[in-house]
């Protein structure tokens, strides 16, 4: 599986951007996928997780982004809205076979990340 990320960009604080996730080389039906993001000089986290039964948000962004998929277009999907300065990171889309999962060590597959800046 190939990812690819898109749609960062540079935003007031207040605005939203959406970013996309396709795959490609293999559909992802079955698989669980997740964006984290990371911050200069801090770890890679979680911000949204996906699988076809369960959604799950980071307490930072929950009421604010939605993570979804389209399986026709084998792409995922992270609207953003209300953006803060501290959303500010490189955001990357990551897929694995199998159930619900929250690690970045638990994801196989990982697209080249997209950087969103918010500016206050």
């Known amino acids: 599986v190939q990812l690819q990320a898109s749609g960062g960009g540079l935003v007031q604080a207040g605005g939203s951007l959406t970013l996309s996730c396709a795959a490609s080389?293999?559909?992802?039906?079955?698989?669980?996928m997740g964006w984290f993001r990371q911050a200069p000089g801090n770890e890679r986290g979680i911000v949204a997780a996906l699988t076809d039964y369960r959604t799950f948000y980071s307490d930072s962004v929950k009421g604010r982004f939605v993570i979804s998929r389209d399986n026709a277009k084998n792409t995922v999907y992270l609207q953003m809205n209300s953006l803060k300065p501290e959303d500010t990171a490189i955001y990357y889309c990551a897929a694995a076979r199998g159930g619900f999962a929250l690690r970045a060590s638990q994801y196989h597959y990982w697209g080249q990340g997209t950087e969103v800046t918010v500016s206050s």
């Open positions: 080389g293999s559909t992802f039906i079955g698989y669980r």
